[in-house]
C-alpha cells in the first residue's frame, strides 16, 4: 500500500466516524422526538396568523462548535459583514425548501409549527469534517469540500432540500436509518430535493434531468445520484469509481448495518426510480401529483418507523387512490412506477 492509499483508507475512515457522530446525534433527536417537538415549536408560532420563514445563517469559521459561530443574516436582514457565496447559496435555497412546503403542502417548517431554520457555513476543522452536509436533528451544517472530489456543499438546491427533508421526515414517519427504512429515508430526501429543485426552476418532468448534487461532485459528467437512471450518475470516476445505486428490486444489495446503515444510499435507489417513472408517466409539474401522493404517504400515521419497501409501495397506491381516484392515471401511474422498480 502506498503513502496515498494510507492517507485515503485513513480519510474514508474518518469520513465514516464523523458521519457515524452526527447521524447519532440525529438519532438521538429522533428517538425523543415528542419532547424535542415541543422544545423547538417558538412561543409566537401559536399566536401567528399567517406563517413566514424563521431562518437564520451563520459561518461557524470551519470550526465544529456552533457556539463560535457569527451569525450572517437573518430573516432578510445582513447582520454581520458582506454575504459570500456559501451564503447567498444557502439563503436561496433555504428559503426555496421552505416556501416548497408551506406553499405546496401548508407546512410550516419542518415541524410545521414554525421550527427555526439554523444553517451552518464554512463547517469543519478537517477535510473529513469539510465533505459534507448533515441535518443533524436541530440544524444544518455545511462544508466546504475538499476541492478535489466535492465542492461547496452550499452548491445544489436538491442537497440543501434533500438535507432538510430529512427534518421534515424526522417529525412525521421518523423512519429508522437502517435497512430498507432507512433506503426509504434518504430517497425521501431525494424525492423532495429534486422537487424543491425543479420548482425553483420552473422545470416539468421532462426538462429536468433528475441528478442529485450536479455540482457539489466536481467534474461536468458527474453528480452524486439519479433518479431518472440510478447507477449511472457518476462512471468511471477517478476517485469513485462508478455509481453503485441499483434501479430495481432484483439488484438490491443485502449489506451488513456496519456497512452504511445496510445500504441506505445505495438501495435508496430503486424507490427513487419509482418516483420518477411515476412522475414522468403523470406529466407536468412532479410536484403537484406524484409529490402530493408522496406526501401524504411520507405524513400517514399508517408508515410504521420501520417500513419496508413495499408497504410504502402501497401507501403511495392507496393514496393515489384516495386523492385522484381508483383507475385514474395518477393511480396508474403509481403502480407502473413500482412496477419499473420490480418492488
Not at 124 to 136: P, S
Not at 166 to 179: A, D, K, R, W
Not at 265 to 288: C, K, Q
Request: with cysteine; glycine share 8%.
Amino acid at each position: 500500500m502506498t503513502n496515498d492509499d494510507t492517507d485515503e483508507a485513513k480519510s474514508a475512515l474518518e469520513s465514516q466516524k464523523f458521519s457515524s457522530k452526527i447521524r447519532a446525534k440525529r438519532e438521538f433527536i429522533t428517538s425523543h422526538i415528542k419532547t424535542y417537538a415541543n422544545l423547538m415549536i417558538p412561543k409566537e408560532a401559536k399566536a401567528a396568523k399567517k406563517p413566514s420563514l424563521n431562518m437564520e445563517v451563520y459561518d461557524i469559521h470551519h470550526n465544529t462548535d456552533t457556539a463560535l459561530a457569527t451569525l450572517l443574516w437573518k430573516n432578510g436582514k445582513v447582520e454581520n459583514g458582506k454575504l459570500d457565496k456559501d451564503a447567498k447559496n444557502v439563503i436561496k435555497a433555504g428559503k426555496g425548501t421552505w416556501d416548497f412546503y408551506y406553499e405546496v403542502f401548508g407546512r410550516n417548517s419542518l415541524n410545521k409549527m414554525g421550527l427555526l431554520l439554523k444553517h451552518y457555513i464554512h463547517y469543519g476543522k478537517t477535510q473529513e469534517d469539510m465533505d459534507n452536509a448533515f441535518w443533524d436533528g436541530e440544524a444544518m451544517l455545511y462544508g466546504d469540500g475538499d476541492a478535489k472530489i466535492f465542492g461547496s456543499f452550499t452548491s445544489d438546491i436538491d442537497i440543501i432540500g434533500h438535507e432538510l427533508t430529512h427534518g421534515v421526515t424526522q417529525f412525521e414517519s421518523n423512519l429508522e436509518y437502517i435497512n430498507q427504512s432507512g433506503a426509504l429515508n434518504e430517497s425521501l430526501s431525494d424525492v423532495f430535493g429534486i422537487m424543491i429543485k425543479q420548482r425553483m426552476m420552473k422545470q416539468d418532468v421532462i426538462k429536468s434531468n433528475w441528478l442529485i448534487g450536479e455540482n457539489v461532485l466536481l467534474g461536468n459528467q458527474y453528480a452524486l445520484r439519479s433518479l431518472k437512471a440510478p447507477g449511472t450518475a457518476f462512471v468511471n470516476h477517478p476517485e469513485l469509481g462508478t455509481d453503485p445505486q441499483p434501479a430495481t428490486m432484483d439488484h438490491f444489495k443485502h449489506l451488513p448495518v456496519s456497512i452504511d446503515g445496510g445500504g441506505v444510499h445505495y438501495n435508496s435507489g430503486i424507490p427513487n426510480f419509482a418516483f420518477y417513472v411515476t412522475a414522468f408517466n403523470i406529466g407536468g409539474f412532479s410536484w403537484e401529483k406524484a409529490g402530493r401522493i408522496w406526501y401524504e404517504a411520507m405524513c400517514d400515521r399508517a408508515l410504521k418507523t420501520d417500513a419496508t419497501f413495499e408497504q410504502f409501495k402501497a401507501l403511495t397506491i392507496k393514496k393515489a387512490a384516495t386523492l385522484f381516484g381508483a383507475g385514474s392515471k395518477e393511480h396508474k401511474a403509481t403502480q407502473q412506477g413500482w412496477k419499473e422498480a420490480k418492488v
